[in-house]
């Protein structure tokens, strides 16, 4: 990777990911996760704080960058439960089949080259009856919106590691597998619209 993804681009996603908006989302959806729970893309661990430790039994995070797993490091020291890092990309999920209760996943989804894949991984770790949580943000209902989504997305990508604030969520889920039970949106608040939009709930 080049030196803007390793050493600048962890910081710009980080800040971008710690809005207050933007943990409003995941304290919404996170403290429900139970069990053995996979997080894809754990980033800088900012998900670790919003977890209820008496429901986990341990955690794995799928993060592979080093910039990112490097700035989670503090966090991950003083996570009160057990956390492995899994260095692989969500194409790769290097875990058995049916083997966790809840996936974990949280403005992630976006910057997945290779979703479908990623997602069709995550189904096919997931225990049947367990549950895949998720906040993602992604394609606007509002046509203007969505026009200049599409028109800011090739660019948006080169800044933003890959992001795509044009994808359709729930299509995608529904893609990879799961049958969504709860779904819920909004553009959140204090953020740009083009990249606003978000989706969350959970699927099985």
Known sequence: MSFYDEKILPHVIHLACETKPVLKQREKVVPQAEGRILEVGMGSGINIAYYNPDKVEKVWGLEPSHGM??????????????????????????????????VVLTYTLCTIPGWLAAVQQMKRVLKPGGKLLFSEHGEAPDENVRKWQNRINPY????AGGCHINRNIPKLLKEGGFDIKQLDTMYVPSTPKIAGFTYWGYAE
Do not use: C, Q, Y
């Open 69 to 102: 797993r490097d700035k989670a490091a503090e966090r991950v020291a003083a996570a009160p439960f057990d956390l492995e890092w899994l260095d692989l990309p969500g194409e790769e999920i290097p875990l058995d089949d049916n083997s966790m209760d809840t």
């Open 156 to 159: 948006w990508g080169k800044i």
